[in-house]
């Protein structure tokens, strides 16, 4: 079965450089979750989309910006990186509904320096 | 706001030993309940949830849990644990509103490890 996709799936900055991460969902799914995940530390929801619209806000810093397209793909923009922004970004995706399960990706490891 | 405790950090287990990993959340209104796994290096994976009905549910790999109302608890069962369950183990929730894209909240997580 088809999952989300991440990419890329490594990611090296530089402090204060800008980073651009790409979610792309499971076919069908409309909704889309960005999750922060620190080493050694839980996943922290950051923000959802739900047919473009934004639905949900977590602790996403003002720095990241994030939009869903027509095709239900995501971009997570990060700017001013930050050495504490080093961790494993996770997409997620499920079908709309408050009963439907997300489903994550392999996520995408960023390390700045 | 809603939150999750995972009672245990680190649980040390030999294979066939059973396992039962403790999940307690707060929210006043009707949640849904998750665990995830995640085994080294990889990303999350379903092991189970519960939406409603029968409070016992079962997951994949063996995998069980049971949702207790009054006690605010989602506790995960494995009757005889593998050495291939070494993994770190999520309990998580999210608010039953009527509205898609509704966060999950995890617990801080709990490391399985399981000697052979």
């Known amino acids: 079965a088809a999952g989300v996709i991440q990419s890329p799936r490594h990611l090296i900055k530089e402090k204060r450089e800008t980073a651009t991460l790409k979610c792309y969902p499971i076919?069908?799914?409309?909704?889309v979750y960005w999750y922060q995940q620190g080493p050694g530390q839980d996943p922290q929801f950051l923000i959802s989309f739900y047919e473009k619209m934004q639905s949900d806000k977590g602790s996403i810093p003002d720095r990241f910006s994030a939009q869903q397209f027509s095709d239900y793909h995501s971009e997570l923009n990060m700017s001013s990186l930050e050495l504490g922004d080093s961790a494993l970004y996770f997409c997620?995706?499920?079908?709309?509904?408050?009963?439907?399960?997300?489903?994550f990706g392999p996520g995408t490891r960023l390390l700045v320096l | 706001a809603q939150s999750v405790s995972q009672h245990n950090h680190h649980v040390i287990l030999s294979e066939a030993a059973s396992l039962e990993l403790g999940c307690n959340y707060s929210?006043?209104?009707?949640?849904?309940l998750f665990w995830y796994v995640q085994y080294p290096g990889q990303h999350l994976q379903l092991l189970l949830k519960?939406?409603?009905?029968?409070?016992l549910v079962k997951g994949i790999k063996g995998f069980e849990a049971e949702f207790i109302k009054s006690k605010f608890s989602f506790n995960l069962r494995k009757p005889s644990v593998q050495w291939s369950d070494t993994a770190e183990y999520f309990c998580a929730v999210n608010a039953r509103y009527n509205q898609a894209g509704t966060a999950l909240i995890f617990g801080k997580g709990t490391t399985l490890s399981v000697s052979s």
């Open positions: 997620a995706s499920s079908k709309q509904g408050y009963q439907e399960t997300q489903y």
């Open positions: 929210y006043g209104g009707t949640v849904n």
């Open positions: 519960y939406f409603s009905g029968d409070p």
């Open positions: 076919p069908r799914h409309d909704t």
